[in-house]
């Protein structure tokens, strides 16, 4: 069939009339995803099982779409969903009114589990132990190079971090912050209801949050304290590579809000004081706080709700996302871009921005950072040697002259654009000496060293 002319209409793509009327969705393998069951609970709603080896245990994804979706051929914006400790894919339907709120926006909404069987949940990372009785345990894996590509080739989305969002409360919370941290090429917005976006950077929150994650590994999950991120005498980098907080520069450019209470009982709470919802709350508060305070050090503009009474329950999350909502509308509007082109990783290899990075090191996990990229030059810190992948931003076969600057010494040389338009490039960075135990980095202190950043300038030839 000839391809269709697509009319953008904003954010909305459109199709002529001569395509045949859409219909419901139909959910298939993609992405390393394998649909087990799937069933329609309600005319918008749908339960889908799901499996992929890097969880090697099958999971459900809840998913809501908008009212006009079997009538209409418009693609969608997306948020994604996340629930807290001990929750399931279908809480947000069941608890937070997610239906109801959701009900007349454009807007199809993705609730994965993020734990087993509501369990205590995964902490919204790659475990450091694969080989506990939860499997392998790859909720990163799953949850972003994954569940998303399959949710863009079931569903007519906005396929791009123009049309995506993620939110979640508590632990979900953590996850919305720590997956927009890393990924933040890939969301437009995110949103913590009651969450712990600092696990790391504030050494007091730190100690809470070792001590509600390795209770959570033992006491809920059944497996040894360490099992998601490591022990933090050794693995504290993997801490810090994980922490919203001590990521926050990433999130430049991320539309970013944030609700917290103080834990007293508050306008929704019953009659019937509960001081576990009120001793969690506040636990989230300090660590939302925190993290208030280091997005304002690092000027990164943030969006907080810190509305006073209020406890660790469900009324406040669905007040929460139904006051989210119409600013989330309002970013895959109008989405925001970032001012300057910034990154840091812990990751030996990593893409963001369309810039791809790979250092041979040492080290596992070291910090490298991405500074003022551009097509013109960029900054690059860290240990060993990168080989760099530039956005397609040359005209194919150009040859462009490059000048290497480090601390030590200044190289000229050219690279040809490949027949897409990047360039590819050997960086040399600072000295590669092996780190001490614990990769250097220590609880509540930044862990990227004060490595010189090599310069990297591109000319035309």
């Known amino acids: ?48 099982q799901v499996s992929t080896p890097a969880l090697g245990r099958t999971v459900d994804v809840r998913i809501l779409v908008p009212s006009d979706y079997d009538t209409s051929s418009t693609n969608y914006p997306v948020l994604y969903l996340f629930h807290g400790t001990s929750g ?17 926006l454009g807007l199809i909404t993705v609730m994965p589990d993020a734990g087993f069987n509501g369990d205590g949940g995964g902490w919204f990372t790659n475990w450091y132990d694969t080989k506990t009785k939860e499997g392998p345990s790859q909720w990163e894996t ?23 969002a993620v939110a979640g ?13 890393r990924h933040p090429d890939t969301f437009a917005s995110v949103a913590s209801f009651s969450g712990a976006p600092d696990i790391d950077y504030n050494p007091a929150t730190a100690l809470g949050a070792s001590g509600i994650i390795e209770a959570t590994a033992v006491g809920l999950d059944g497996v040894e304290p360490d099992a998601m991120f490591g022990p933090r005498e050794t693995n504290e980098i993997n801490w810090q590579g994980h922490d919203p907080a001590d990521l926050v520069t990433n999130l430049n ?55 006073g009474n209020g406890t660790h ?12 909502l119409p600013p989330l509308m309002a970013t895959f509007a109008n989405p925001p871009v970032p001012i300057s082109t910034n990154y840091q990783s812990i990751d030996q290899s990593w893409s963001q921005w ?25 900054m ?16 194919p076969g150009a040859v462009e002259h490059i000048t290497t600057s480090t601390s030590t010494a200044t190289t000229r040389t050219t690279a040809t654009a490949d027949a897409a338009g990047h360039l590819h490039l050997t960086v040399p960075l600072a000295p590669d000496v092996p780190p001490p135990l614990g990769n250097g980095a220590v609880m509540g202190v930044p862990g990227i060293p004060p490595w010189p950043p090599t310069l990297v300038t591109i000319s035309a030839s």
Not at 146 to 153: F, K, N, R, S, T
């Open 354 to 378: 369309g810039w791809s990075v790979s250092v041979q090191r040492s080290a596992a996990q070291q910090f490298s950072s991405l500074i003022d990229a551009s097509a013109d030059s960029f």
């Open 142 to 164: 799953f949850h972003v190079n994954q569940l998303i590509p399959w949710v863009d080739a079931n569903l007519r989305t906005i396929a791009s971090r123009n049309g995506r």
């Open 169 to 181: 409360l508590s632990q979900g919370g953590f996850g919305s912050m720590t997956y927009a941290a």
């Open 253 to 307: 450019g991320v539309d970013v809000w944030l609700w917290t209470a103080n834990g007293l009982p508050g306008p929704l709470d019953p009659p019937t004081p509960n001081p576990a919802a009120g001793g969690i709350e506040a636990a989230t508060h300090g660590s939302t706080v925190s993290f208030e305070q280091r997005a304002s050090m690092q000027s990164v503009p943030i969006h907080v709700n810190d509305y």
């Open 88 to 104: 399931r894919a279908s809480d947000w339907v069941k608890l937070g009114d997610a239906e109801v709120a959701t009900a007349g």
């Open 380 to 395: 690059l810190s860290g240990a060993g040697t990168a080989t760099v992948v530039t956005p397609a931003s040359y005209p």
């Open 1 to 48: 069939m000839a391809a269709a002319v697509v009319v953008a209409v904003g954010l909305l793509a459109v199709v002529p009339a001569t395509r045949a009327r859409a219909t419901g969705p139909s959910f298939t393998d993609a992405a390393g995803i394998h649909v087990v069951a799937s069933n329609s609970v309600d005319s918008r709603q749908y339960d889908v």
């Open 313 to 324: 329950t469900w009324p406040y999350w669905a007040r929460d996302l139904k006051q989210y």
